[in-house]
């Protein structure tokens, strides 16, 4: 017999449904400014936000595909969309012949450095000017436990630790 149902309290079943909509509506609401803005997805802007912060422009597509929290065959389909857009380019690894790296070309880097400023805008209009700096600190560790549980051995999760210090 299975264990009897936990069902959610009313305090918990408002934050989970809070959480829900907020889930469905800002991916939505981040695509249509990238979309006005540079013919982007949400998805296809941080491929070029990850390319753009690594050294040299160029990261192994794992390591690419861990950044962007994605499988590998979804960033294959995409970086082939952003390769015919001329925004980047794949070669082998010189370091291992069987990775493959993706590399930011100048195109590439010129529309990142055009549309991120619009990028942060939206992001700070929707979520971070809503919250007071304690609410996103607890924001911020509110989302690393669900990470935990959600990526618990860290394969698609950033390094959050780096994000925004260097």
Do not use: I
Not at 20 to 32: C, G, M, N
Not at 57 to 71: E, F, G, I, K, W
Not at 113 to 122: D, K, L, N, S
């Amino acid at each position: 017999m299975p264990p009897e149902t936990r069902w959610l309290t009313p305090d918990e079943l408002r934050a989970w449904l809070g959480l829900v909509t907020v889930a469905e509506l800002l991916p939505a609401q981040l695509d249509s400014q990238l979309q006005q803005d540079a013919g982007l997805t949400h998805f296809e802007y941080q491929v070029l936000a990850m390319l753009s912060e690594a050294s040299g422009r160029t990261l192994r597509m794992s390591d690419l595909a861990r950044r962007t929290n994605a499988t590998l065959p979804r960033l294959s389909h995409v970086v082939r969309r952003l390769e015919d857009r001329g925004l980047v380019e794949r070669a082998p690894c010189t370091d291992d012949r069987r990775a493959t790296n993706a590399h930011l070309t100048e195109d590439g880097w010129d529309l990142v450095v055009r549309t991120a400023p619009g990028h942060v805008e939206t992001a700070r209009a929707l979520v971070v000017d809503a919250l007071t700096p304690e609410q996103v600190h607890l924001l911020e560790e509110l989302t690393r436990t669900m990470l935990q549980r959600l990526d618990p051995e860290g394969r698609l999760t950033p390094p959050l630790d780096e994000v925004g210090r260097g």
